[in-house]
T-cell receptor
Framework: DTAVSQTPKYLVTQMGNDKSIKCEQN?????MYWYKQDSKKFLKIMFS???????INETVPNRFSPKSPDKAHLNLHINSLELGDSAVYFC?????????????FGSGTQLSVL | AQTVTQSQPEMSVQEAETVTLSCTYD???????LFWYKQPPSRQMILVIR??????QNATENRFSVNFQKAAKSFSLKISDSQLGDAAMYFC??????????FGTGTSLTVIP
């Protein structure tokens, strides 16, 4: 069973469109994240949710809106897509603090905006 | 926010040799965790090794070991007996008590046959 699954794996779309990426984890973790990896491979945190509540929003444009219907899901909706949004987006999850648990990553969604 | 710095964008090593990847971090917290992740061309993020900041003993995992210098805020990764399958991007990461993980900019490792 896949621990952190995100769909789709690939997304090709036109500028100006709206798209969503879905993420689900079956690990019972409290915290979920979205990371963006750009063409230079920089991995930057975008959002962090703990038990459905937003914990961190790292200077991400308002066009990006995360939604957490329950603690096992964290979806990412992007409005009015721009060329600069092309990147690989990773969903991840982790138990809450007090442990040395790693970050569990999904397989990534490669978004290409044309 | 914490910062993690990897000063070597690219490194190469001869097969069977040893290579060390550098990482420094900046945090004001006393309790944190450090990680090295590997990302092969498949894009998958794979944990290589982890270290608790309160532990003085350096972590080891088979051919992988770290040199953790807490006072210097340094966390380097040593890969011994390098293999072709070690070729990948390597990311250093720091996790704080708020459960936030911050990553360095990565080091691309090439293994030369």
């Amino acid at each position: 069973d896949t621990a952190v699954s995100q769909t789709p794996k690939y997304l090709v779309t036109q500028m100006g469109n709206d798209k969503s990426i879905k993420c689900e984890q079956n690990l019972g973790h409290d915290t979920m994240y979205w990371y963006k990896q750009d063409s230079k491979k920089f991995l930057k945190i975008m959002f962090s949710y703990n038990n459905k509540e937003l914990i961190i929003n790292e200077t991400v444009p308002n066009r990006f809106s995360p939604k957490s219907p329950d603690k096992a899901h964290l979806n990412l909706h992007i409005n009015s897509l721009e060329l600069g949004d092309s990147a690989v987006y990773f969903c991840a999850s982790s138990p809450w603090t007090g442990t040395n648990e790693k970050l569990f990553f999904g397989s990534g969604t490669q978004l290409s905006v044309l | 926010a914490q910062t993690v710095t990897q000063s070597q964008p690219e490194m190469s090593v001869q097969e069977a040799e040893t290579v060390t990847l550098s990482c420094t971090y900046d945090t004001s917290e006393s309790d944190y965790y450090l990680f090295w992740y590997k990302q092969p061309p498949s894009r998958q993020m794979i944990l290589v090794i982890r270290q608790e900041a309160y532990k003085q003993q350096n972590a080891t995992e088979n051919r992988f070991s770290v040199n953790f210098q807490k006072a210097a805020k340094s966390f380097s990764l040593k890969i011994s007996d390098s293999q072709l399958g070690d070729a990948a991007m390597y990311f250093c990461a720091c996790r704080n008590t708020g459960n936030q993980f911050y990553f360095g900019t990565g080091t691309s490792l090439t293994v030369i046959p």
